[in-house]
C-alpha cells in the first residue's frame, strides 16, 4: 500500500474487486473495456499506455495494481514483460489459486492441481484433476465450461471467496448457466475428469497386467489372435446394425446401447492387445499408433488443417485418393484393398477404382438392361436326367452378379448391407417358425 500511496504515478486494471475499494483516488481503466473490441486489443492498449506513462513518470516508474497476483492469470503483465522498452518487477501477492485452496483445505501440489483458463479453448476439458478454471466471469462464459464438460460432470462453483457472501455451490455442468450470480470473483473446481487419455492409460496397463498374469493371455501372439480380431468386428458391426435399425425405427433403448458400447470395447481391446504384444517385441505401441493415425489424417484432411478448400464430400473422397497415392507412393489405384475381403464388397470397390484410372462403365440405365439380359441367358433345368456343368452355367451367374451390382451402385445400395439385412429378417422368420412349432 506505501508503494501505491507514495507513487507519483499509479493505475488500477479494474476497480471490480473488493481491494480496490480503498483506493478511490486512483486511476483505472475500466471505461476501456466497453470501447474494447476484444480482450486481445483492450489489453495490448494498457501495456501501451503504461509503457508511455513509464517514459513520461518523474521517476521512470509506474505502479500497476492488478487484482490477486500479478503472475497469476494476468495478460497485461504477461505483455509488459515481452516489452524490450520496460524493466518489469512484480511484488508477490495473494493469487485466486492460494484462496481457493484454502478455502477448499487442498494442496495444490498434493492433488497434482491444474490451473486452466475458460476461455483458452473449445475443446474438451481433459482430466485427471482437479482442475481449477478461471476467468468464470459471467453465465455466458459458464454456458463455454459447461460444453467443455459432460453434462453430468459434478462441478463446484467458487463464488466470492473470502468475502462476507462466500458460496461453494455444487452443479452438474449442464446446470452451469443457471448460475446467474456469475462475475470477476467466481471460478469453478472440477474434483475430477475421467477424459478418453487416462481411460485409455488404464486399459493399455489392464492389458499389460493380463500378459503378466494370466497364463491364457501369455500364450496369445498376433497371429492367435487375429480371428478374435474379425470375430469382434462383425460382433460390433451387429450391435451397430441393430442400434441404427431402432434409431430409425424410434425404438432406441439403453439395452441396445449398452450392447454397441460392449462390443465396440471388445474390438477396442483387441487393437490395445496387439499394440502390448507389439511393444513387448520393440516395435510399436498404443501411443505410437494413436500418433501415426492422427498425423496421417492430419495430412489427408489439408481443408481442415491446411489451406485447401473443398466444395462438398466428393472433392473430400477425391483428393483423399490423390494424397494417400502421394503418401503411400503406391503405382496403382488398387494397392492397399484387402483382397480377402467378402466378393460383393471387394468388386464394388474395384468398380469405384476403375473409373479413376478411366475405365469405361455402364450407364445407370445399362446397367439395368445389362442385368435384365443377363438374368434372360440363365437356363435351369427340372428334369435330373439332364445334367448341366457347373463351369457351363458359372459365367452367366457372374454376368448377373456384376451387373446387378453396378445397377446397384447407382442407386446408392450397399447390396452386402441389404443382403445381410434380408439374412437377418429370415433368421428372425425362421425363428419365429420355430417358435411356432414348439407351441
Known amino acids: 500500500m506505501t508503494l501505491i500511496v507514495e507513487s507519483p504515478v499509479v493505475r488500477l486494471r479494474t476497480r471490480v474487486h473488493p481491494a480496490a475499494s480503498v483506493l478511490l483516488d486512483v486511476l483505472s481503466y475500466d471505461q476501456w473495456y466497453e470501447a474494447a473490441a476484444s480482450f486481445d486489443e483492450l489489453y495490448a492498449r494498457i501495456a501501451d499506455d503504461l509503457c508511455h506513462l513509464a517514459a513520461s513518470s518523474p521517476n521512470g516508474e509506474v505502479v500497476y495494481a492488478v487484482p490477486g497476483s500479478p503472475v497469476v492469470a494476468e495478460r497485461t503483465v504477461q505483455l509488459l514483460r515481452t516489452r524490450a522498452d520496460v524493466a518489469v518487477v512484480c511484488e508477490p501477492a495473494v493469487s485466486v489459486i492460494d484462496v481457493a485452496c484454502s478455502v477448499l483445505g ?169 499394440a502390448e504384444l507389439a511393444d513387448e517385441e520393440e516395435l510399436f505401441n498404443f501411443a505410437t499408433i494413436a500418433d501415426a493415425v492422427r498425423d496421417k489424417l492430419t495430412y489427408r484432411h489439408p481443408h481442415v488443417f491446411g489451406d485447401v478448400r473443398v466444395n462438398s464430400a466428393s472433392d473430400v473422397a477425391e483428393r483423399w485418393e490423390t494424397l494417400k497415392a502421394t503418401e503411400k507412393g503406391r503405382s496403382s489405384v488398387t494397392e492397399g484393398i484387402a483382397i480377402q475381403l467378402p466378393a460383393l464388397s471387394l468388386y464394388a470397390k474395384l468398380l469405384a477404382k476403375s473409373e479413376l484410372v478411366g475405365r469405361v462403365t455402364r450407364s445407370p440405365e445399362q446397367a439395368r438392361d445389362a442385368a435384365i439380359a443377363a438374368l434372360e441367358e440363365l437356363r435351369f433345368t427340372t428334369s435330373n436326367e439332364i445334367e448341366v456343368s457347373s463351369e457351363d452355367i458359372a459365367p452367366a451367374w457372374s454376368l448377373v452378379l456384376v451387373a446387378v451390382l453396378e445397377a446397384a451402385r447407382f442407386a446408392g445400395v450397399d447390396l452386402e448391407g441389404v443382403l445381410r439385412a434380408s439374412a437377418l429378417r429370415l433368421l428372425d422368420e425362421i425363428r419365429t417358425i420355430e417358435g411356432s412349432t414348439e407351441k
Request: net charge negative.
Open 106 to 274: 487442498v494442496d495444490p501440489v498434493a492433488v497434482g492441481l491444474r490451473i486452466l483458463d475458460a476461455l483458452d479453448s473449445t475443446e474438451p476439458f481433459r482430466g485427471p484433476g482437479p482442475l481449477l478454471v478461471l476467468q468464470t466471469y459471467s453465465p455466458e462464459v459458464l454456458s463455454v465450461v459447461a460444453g467443455r464438460l459432460h453434462p453430468d460432470a459434478l462441478v463446484t462453483v467458487l463464488f466470492h471467496l473470502g468475502l462476507g457472501d462466500q458460496r461453494l455451490v455444487e452443479l452438474r455442468a449442464r446446470e452451469l448457466p443457471s448460475f446467474r450470480e456469475a462475475d470477476h470473483l467466481t471460478s469453478i473446481w472440477i474434483d475430477a475428469i475421467r477424459g478418453p487419455g487416462e481411460a485409455m492409460e488404464d486399459l493399455v496397463s489392464f492389458a499389460r497386467r493380463l500378459r503378466a498374469e494370466c497364463p491364457w493371455d501369455q500364450e496369445q501372439t498376433h497371429a492367435s489372435l487375429t480371428r478374435h480380431l474379425l470375430e469382434e468386428s462383425y460382433e460390433a458391426l451387429d450391435a451397430l446394425e441393430a442400434l441404427v435399425t431402432a434409431q430409425e425405427g424410434g425404438t432406441l433403448n439403453d439395452e441396445l446401447v449398452n450392447h454397441v458400447e460392449e462390443e465396440l470395447g471388445d474390438l477396442l481391446f483387441q487393437v490395445v492387445f496387439h
